[in-house]
């Protein structure tokens, strides 16, 4: 497996897009957001060295996953930033990993960013990050799903400190 910015591997823009877009549909379409706000959302994330930015892991031509950060990701919480958000696995390759080195890479990616913290929301998902160092802040409800808030800070604050 290769992990990767989004931006240097634009090809699996279109893939990720449907295959994610039809995983959430039901949610976007509560938020008001159709097909073409996603896609634009996914182009956007072609970044590198500032948010939003992605990740994608893939092997060969077949994309694995993708993560991004984001400066925004809860309308409900406007006043928390930075945020993981967008972790999605293709369904055939759950449950071998994936998901987990994914989210290990984009705190990395955080850190290098010399974010001192970030947040997340998710309806299902508490216990992975929970066990990637993730603190629940809260659960709220949010178009009709009851979803985690969580945070997570990050060892660049430490070493900033020191």
């Not at 699996?12 to 996603?38: I, N």
């Not at 400066?71 to 967008?86: F, H, M, S, V």
């Not at 947040?119 to 629940?136: D, Q, V």
Request: aromatic content about 8%; proline content about 6%; glycine content about 6%.
């Amino acid at each position: 497996m290769q992990i990767d910015y989004l931006a240097n591997q634009k090809r699996f823009v279109p893939t990720l897009t449907r295959h994610m877009y039809e995983h959430w549909r039901s949610l976007l379409d509560a938020m008001g957001k159709c097909r073409q706000d996603f896609a634009q959302s996914m182009r956007d994330r072609c970044h590198s060295d500032s948010l939003p930015l992605a990740l994608v892991a893939f092997e060969r031509d077949q994309v694995l996953g993708t993560i991004a950060l984001k400066p925004q990701d809860l309308d409900i919480r406007p006043e928390l930033t930075p945020w993981l958000g967008g972790l999605f696995v293709m369904p055939q390759y759950r449950r071998r990993g994936t998901g987990s080195v994914l989210i290990s890479r984009i705190v990395a990616e955080a850190e290098r960013l010399l974010l001192p913290c970030l947040y997340l929301w998710t309806p299902s998902s508490e216990g992975l990050y929970a066990r990637h160092g993730w603190t629940l802040l809260e659960r709220a409800p949010y178009h009709g799903h009851e979803i985690s808030i969580m945070n997570r800070s990050l060892q660049n604050q430490m070493r900033g400190a020191a």
